[in-house]
């Protein structure tokens, strides 16, 4: 599913991957961001391997924070960090923050995990005309006399008809 969207697209992909990365990054530099906790388990390894095929990276570790805010699942039982964000690596700059909300109204174990972007929206240029534009700022006094003298040269304000034949006189 991965391979099937363009590289031109933004890909963000998050979720319970019920797995452990690790706290540090040991050996995935390139996908592992060194912020994390805990022991790296078999899932985890599979989860860096999916991300360095697919050239992602876990944003949720590329963030300093301190534990209470890693902690994605918690219960009587256990505190862990399986639920991650994934960004494609050449948009990990527009991911300023990851963060854990903590709260305890939430009806599952799982905590909200949110990531904040800084996404700029391109501006449409404008059109581009085949003439140059006429710049009538610049247009001094001594400039209209001589626009005035050159008119009056070709002879467009003595041909007769329509505006359309004085400006083919003058063109």
């Avoid at 990365?21 to 805990?38: L, M, P, R, W």
């Avoid at 909200?112 to 800084?118: A, G, H, I, N, R």
């Avoid at 404008?126 to 003298?149: D, F, I, N």
């Amino acid at each position: 599913m991965v391979r099937g969207i363009l590289h031109t697209k933004k890909l963000f992909i998050g979720g319970d991957f019920n797995g452990h990365i690790g706290a540090t990054s040991e050996g995935y530099d390139d996908v592992h961001g060194g912020f994390s906790f805990g022991d790296r388990n078999g899932g985890g390894t599979s989860q860096l391997e999916f991300a360095r095929a697919f050239n992602l990276v876990i944003a949720n570790s590329s963030f300093p924070k301190k534990v209470e805010h890693l902690v994605t699942f918690r219960s009587f039982v256990a505190v862990t960090q399986i639920d991650y964000l994934l960004c494609r690596k050449f948009d990990r700059g527009l991911c300023t923050n990851c963060k854990v909300i903590l709260s305890e109204n939430l009806t599952t174990l799982h905590r909200l995990l949110v990531m904040d972007l800084e996404i700029t929206r391109k501006r449409r240029k404008r059109a581009v005309y085949s003439q140059p534009r006429v710049k009538w700022g610049a247009l001094t006094e001594a400039k209209a006399q001589e626009l005035g003298a050159k008119l009056m040269t070709r002879g467009a304000w003595r041909s007769n008809g329509d505006a359309s034949a004085m400006w083919t006189t003058t063109a």
